[in-house]
């Protein structure tokens, strides 16, 4: 075991989050390890207690305390898998020499965890297409929501991305399906959201809970959270064809608003009650018959200034297998439908 170490960031190393800036420094110590590190304090930066996703500047100083010499065996074994490799490659959708957008597969995690040993993130070495260095994740989708995922292939585009994540200088557009028909057609849901802890061992089953915005100041922990959305179609009050544009971006944002107001995403069994048929009073997410028990939530669009060459970047995902099989048994067609239903709105 090494002592401890003050490490401070390089000049070329600021304007990232703290675990990648340690993975790549010590690529033998797992990301789960650099979590449970920084939950209790073991890592710090300049003296102060952080998060695994803070991030770190030139000129700062990192607390590292002892860690193994060597590489776990199991690590040496992370080479991915000719499937994995095709299977990423095929869900490229745009590339250039400074960005690379995929339309990830819904059940495939953004990032590792504890749990978590095959990611967006650990398989983006299949992305390379001749760079030295695997694609940077920019921002993140859930582990079970699809659609358009981007990745910065240099540091000057990862620095650039994450700005306009950070400031909302982009435009995402997500697809869902969920139960009966919001009313009106199209709004603004505006509850706060607060985490409450899960039951688990580890914290598992941990969910977002709606707060009235009269309420938010008040609730200890509590975020304001904005979406807006639009019914593309609906049937018989059963379900419907929605698009949605988070303002804000909180975590399960979507999926908790629209549970929140009544019209649970379909397939959602965190948010919407998966034991529930949908029969009309008491909505549940689950539809029956041959519609698929997966959540139906996809980010169809994203759309964004590119940040090298300030072009406009417009990119569009196509529906997951699952997805594309509910649209056309209920006969949903994205032609349809104008691309961002909320342009022409601007009363």
């Known amino acids: 075991m090494s002592g401890v170490q003050q490490i401070e960031v390089g000049s070329d190393e600021g304007d990232q989050r703290l675990d990648r800036w340690f993975r790549r420094r010590f690529p033998h110590v797992p990301q789960g390890r650099v979590e449970k590190m920084c939950r209790k304090g073991e890592v710090r930066v300049d003296g102060g207690r952080v998060k695994a996703s803070t991030r770190v500047e030139a000129g700062q100083t990192v607390r590292v305390p002892p860690l193994p010499e060597t590489a776990a065996p199991k690590v040496?074994?992370?080479?991915?898998?000719?499937?994995?490799?095709q299977m990423m490659q095929k869900a490229v959708i745009y590339r250039d020499d400074h960005v690379i957008a995929v339309n990830k597969p819904p059940g495939l995690p953004t990032q590792g965890g504890s749990k978590q040993t095959r990611h967006v993130d650990g398989l983006a070495d299949a992305l390379r297409f001749g760079f030295d260095e695997k694609p940077r994740l920019v921002h993140r989708l859930d582990k079970d929501t699809s659609g358009v995922l981007l990745l910065a292939r240099t540091r000057?585009?990862?620095?650039?991305?994450?700005?306009?994540?950070?400031?909302?200088?982009?435009r995402k557009i997500y697809w869902a399906a969920v139960a009966g028909t919001p009313a009106p057609k199209m709004g603004t849901i505006r509850f706060g959201l607060v985490k409450a802890p899960g039951h688990g061992k580890g914290g598992e089953g941990e969910k977002m809970h709606a707060i009235h915005p009269r309420d938010v100041d008040s609730t200890p922990d509590a975020k304001r959270a904005t979406t807006d959305y639009a019914v593309l179609s609906s049937l018989g009050g059963r379900t419907s064809w929605v698009a949605l544009v988070p303002i804000t971006g909180r975590t399960h944002q979507l999926r908790a608003h629209m549970a929140e107001i009544g019209h649970p995403i379909i397939g959602d069994g965190k948010y919407g009650g998966s034991g529930q048929e949908n029969l009309g009073d008491g909505w549940g997410a689950q539809l029956g018959g041959e519609i698929s028990r997966k959540l139906h939530l996809h980010a169809?669009?994203?759309?964004?200034?590119?940040?090298?060459?300030?072009?406009?970047?417009?990119?569009?995902?196509?529906?997951?297998?699952?997805?594309?099989?509910?649209?056309?048994?209920?006969?949903?067609?994205?032609?349809?439908?104008?691309?961002?239903?909320?342009?022409?709105?601007?009363?």
Do not use: C, K, Y
């Open 76 to 85: 040496t074994s992370t080479r991915i898998s000719d499937a994995d490799a």
């Open 156 to 170: 000057q585009a990862a620095s650039a991305l994450t700005e306009a994540f950070r400031h909302r200088d982009t």
């Open 300 to 347: 169809r669009h994203l759309s964004l200034r590119h940040p090298m060459t300030g072009a406009d970047l417009s990119l569009t995902a196509p529906l997951p297998e699952h997805m594309a099989r509910t649209w056309d048994f209920f006969d949903w067609n994205a032609s349809d439908v104008p691309l961002d239903p909320f342009e022409d709105v601007d009363e």
